[in-house]
């Protein structure tokens, strides 16, 4: 089981949390004027990334926020964690 | 219906060891590189030599034979999908299986047992019942099981209604079942070597080569090959692969387990799933008890997910099988499944000339063995989408074209 670095309570298990998948994926600007295969992207198109990643998680069971944290998908080691709308860590990488 | 195994006694052959020793060599060039020596990619080698005569064919995997996906999975076989497209695909291939181990000429061990999926509530039952009655419109075999019906094929199962999540009913597919996955693909290797068709085993893709717009071969670890015709069958690997050649594809990759029991007397001669308790099991010819369940929710290419994942499909299983709370886990283990938004697969072309591309499998792509690798031989072969294939084409994420298997399916093998 993961060992998930909630930034307002520290590490907890991961089953008191779920998945966001990645992170900073921002809603489009001028979304009206967008043709399908920009929308596409915007809606089906995440990183898959071997190595960091830079993903979402809610602590659902747990203070109930959502954060950001840096995980290595190869070895489910994690770097640093961080609350929204703050300065992004540099990738551990 | 109570005794539909097919049951074997039949002597194992030899295994046609000289396939994994790991020392064949890559020729300069090839007509066609396949990356990925997993079910699907030799299936693809299979069917091209077999159906299209094209037999200067190189398989190229990282790691070992069918050490992928392909050796990890379940072994669960059905086509009782919700859409005509997947009815397509999918009953092309449960046909295929049909006659596999007679023409390839390898045990299989395929047995139509029949595949049931309960039902526990009454969304439940309806949307079982919606797909039952399309599988009737699509000719798909297909049985609506009361609870005493379930009883009656599989006596193990608790029907009582005093339980969590009763078993209001069931979807069956007589002609479902499982195969032993490994000599699935040894078959296929077999018969595609005895054509032709170079296995390069410890060869790893590391780039590919591609002037103006179009492939010409790839990049590997034991050296650069050429090719006029590149087809990634690489499951989990889709996205690192797609990366390479300089496009994107909507796949994430995620840890999906699996666990067996130690040996039992037979106790279960069909194979049973549910996707609202999240448990599905099946007995081997052996007599281990082999279960799996959802994935895990995060990305991961580690092969490896959490204990409580299976914790909580062992809850589910004990419920709906009391006798399984005395049976002891043998082993868990770990695949990496490249799951798309619609949960069905992507199979065609790409924006690179002459490289193509057969993923997005996720958690229920070893039924489809047969009809994937001949739909994609004949992809490549000709160079446009086989009809069966033509739906699952990257571009129906910008025309909105989705095949939504997600609901239909529950859990999704
Ligand atoms: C635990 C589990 C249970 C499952 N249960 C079922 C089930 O009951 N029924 C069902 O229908 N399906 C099931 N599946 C899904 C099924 O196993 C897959 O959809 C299917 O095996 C994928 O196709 P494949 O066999 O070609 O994949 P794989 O066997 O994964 O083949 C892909 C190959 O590509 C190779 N590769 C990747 N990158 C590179 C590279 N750069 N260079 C060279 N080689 C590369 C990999 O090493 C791998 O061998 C299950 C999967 C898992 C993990
Ligand atoms: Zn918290």
Known sequence: MLHIPCPYCGPRDETEFHYGSEAHVAYPENSSNLTDEEWAKFVFIR??????????????????????VWRNTINHEFGPSYKPFTQQPKSPA | MANMTRRRTVELPDHPDFLWVADQKPKKAYDVIIIGAGGHGLATAYYLAKNHGITNVAVIEKGWLAGGNMGRNTTIIRSNYLWDESAGIYDHSLKLWENLEEEVGYEMFFSQRGVMTLAHSVSDVRS???????????????????PEEVKEIAPIVNISEDIRYPVMGATFQPRGGIAKHDWVAWGYAKAAADMG?????????????????????????????????????????????????????PLQSRPLQALVSELNEQVLDTVIMSGAVHVYVSQAHKGELVMGAGTDSYNSYAQRGGFHVIEHQLAAACELFPIFERAHLLRTWGGIVDIAPDASPIIGLTPVENLFINSGWGTGGFKATPGSGWVMAATIANGEPDALAKPYALDRFISGHLIDEHGAAGVAH
């Open chain 1, 47 to 68: 990183s898959n990334p071997k190595g960091w990643m830079a993903e979402r998680w809610v602590h659902s069971a747990g203070c109930r926020r959502w954060f950001n």
């Open chain 2, 128 to 146: 079982k019942q919606r797909n039952f009655y399309a599988n009737h419109v699509n000719a798909v075999d297909s049985v609506w099981l009361t």
């Open chain 2, 197 to 249: 068709v170079d296995i390069i085993q410890n060869c790893e893709v590391t780039g590919f080569k591609i002037v103006d717009g179009k492939v010409q071969g790839v990049k590997t670890t034991q050296g650069d090959i050429a090719a006029n015709k590149v087809g990634m069958v690489a499951a989990g690997h889709t996205s690192v692969l797609a990366g390479m050649a300089g496009f994107d594809v």
